[in-house]
Structures are given as structure tokens and as C-alpha cells.
């Protein structure tokens, strides 16, 4: 049976799995589905429609689940999807989406660190992590691995690369491609992210071929994006790597959209 503090206060419709613990005052709101292991310290604000995987742990005053804030927002239902182990820190705020007809979507191991916010229509990967005020605007998409660091912000509809990093403070309008880190305001690419890829055993033939990318694609900001990626696909080693192709991948995506951090 769920571990429930009687201060706590839990909306009938909610779902809760038999070993879920929720802390003094809580509020778990109305079709909020909470998966075995999940834990609220206190004063979490969880609503819904919402559905949490297993594991995940809520520390006080994190608000998670509360409609848009998009003032386009007309008040019909709308959804949030959590996965598993993640990690919501004090006073951070992830929104659900804005129409009925999409979700934001919080994948697994993520971890949302104090006072950051994830907007409407979001979609976040595994293994990212939000710092801590780290801001990021509704539609935003942040692949796995993504780092983004304290103070930054994301703006509407910008997509984080796998495996990148955006520093603290940085202003981000554009995408930032995968591997590389980001950083300033406005932010522009400054390197490969060397030290975060070797560390999650990304070999070091990988890390010269983007290394080498990087020098044609983001050095010379006056050379136009298709001559740096001509210049990319004319070395043979670099076009037949697998991470270079999906970073060019990446780049022709971004240039037919919101356009490329650089």
C-alpha cells in the first residue's frame, strides 16, 4: 500500500503504484499516474493528465504537470509523458503541453536540477541534464546526453544535438549540433565537447573525425554552411564516420528550420 503523509492531499483519479511514497503536503492532482518507486519528499505539486514511469524522485516544491503557459492555452486536456529514474529538484516546473493532440515528453535517468523549467511540447531524450535556472521555451527538443548549463536559455523550438552542451548563461536562437558545446550571448559553437564524449567511451578516432568537422564547419564562420560541409564530405575519413554523418545529418535538418548555432 502507497506510503501517503496524511497532510498530503491526493485527487481521487490519481493512479498510484503500491509502493509510491508521498511526503507532507503534497498534492498529487486530478489523473496523475505515478509508477512503483516514485518518491515526493514534500510540498511537490504533481497534476495531470500525466503519467510518470517507475523511480522517479520529486524534492520539495517542484511543480510538475501544470498546464501551459501559453497563453493560447484554452483549458481542454492536454498531456505530459515521464519515463523512468528521473530527477526533479527543488523548485523546478515542467508544463504540459498546450493541445490535446500533442504531449511533452520527459524520457529516462534525466535530471532537472533547481529552479530550471521545461515548457510546453517539449521533448526531452535520456541522460540530460538541466542545470540549475536553466530556462528552455515550449516546442524545444533536447537530445540524449545534452547538457544544459545554469542561467541558460533555450528559445521556442530549438533543438539540442545528442551529446551537447550548452554552457551557463548562454542566449541559445539557433540549434546547437550534436558533440559540440555552445556557449555565449548569443551562443556560437566553441569546441568539440572532447572531455564529455570521452567520458562516456567515445573513441578517440571518433573525437579527431569531429574534431575535424568542427574546423570546417564552425572556425570560419565566413565560409557558407554547404561549402563546409562539401569541404566535410570531400575528406574520406570524415564522410565515412558515423558521427560526422549524423552531425551533417543534424546540420541539413537545422538549416531547413530554425537554422544552425555557429
Not at 516514485?38 to 517542484?62: E, Q
Not at 536553466?134 to 533555450?154: E, K, M, Q, R
Request: glycine share 10%.
Amino acid at each position: 500500500m502507497a506510503d501517503i503523509h496524511p497532510t498530503a492531499v491526493i485527487d481521487p483519479t490519481a493512479e498510484l503504484a503500491d509502493d509510491v511514497k508521498i511526503g507532507p503536503f503534497c498534492v498529487v492532482g486530478k489523473h496523475v499516474k505515478l509508477g512503483p518507486g516514485c518518491v515526493l519528499h514534500s510540498h511537490v505539486v504533481l497534476d495531470g493528465p500525466s503519467t510518470f514511469g517507475r523511480d522517479n524522485v520529486f524534492y520539495p516544491f517542484a511543480v510538475v504537470g501544470t498546464r501551459s503557459q501559453d497563453l493560447k492555452y484554452k483549458g481542454e486536456p492536454t498531456f505530459l509523458e515521464v519515463g523512468d529514474c528521473n530527477i526533479f529538484r527543488e523548485n523546478c516546473n515542467i508544463n504540459r503541453s498546450t493541445t490535446p493532440e500533442t504531449k511533452t515528453i520527459i524520457g529516462s535517468h534525466n535530471a532537472f536540477l533547481i529552479h530550471s523549467h521545461c515548457g510546453h511540447e517539449c521533448i526531452v531524450g535520456d541522460h540530460c541534464i538541466l542545470s540549475g535556472f536553466a530556462g528552455v521555451a515550449g516546442h524545444c527538443h533536447i537530445d540524449d546526453w545534452a547538457i544544459v548549463s545554469g542561467f541558460a536559455a533555450l528559445h521556442q523550438f530549438v533543438h539540442v544535438g545528442e551529446h551537447a552542451m550548452v554552457g551557463g548563461c548562454a542566449r541559445v536562437a539557433k540549434d546547437v549540433p550534436p558533440y559540440m558545446i555552445a556557449e555565449g550571448f548569443p551562443a556560437a559553437v566553441r569546441a568539440v565537447n572532447q572531455v564529455g564524449l570521452m567520458r562516456r567511451g567515445f573513441a578517440e578516432a571518433d573525437v579527431r573525425a569531429l574534431r575535424f568537422a568542427y574546423r570546417k564547419l564552425f572556425l570560419d564562420k565566413t565560409v557558407h554552411v554547404a561549402d563546409a560541409v562539401a569541404a566535410i564530405l570531400a575528406d574520406e575519413k570524415a564522410a565515412g564516420n558515423a558521427l560526422v554523418q549524423k552531425l551533417l545529418q543534424f546540420v541539413r535538418e537545422s538549416e531547413e528550420n530554425r537554422g544552425l548555432t555557429r
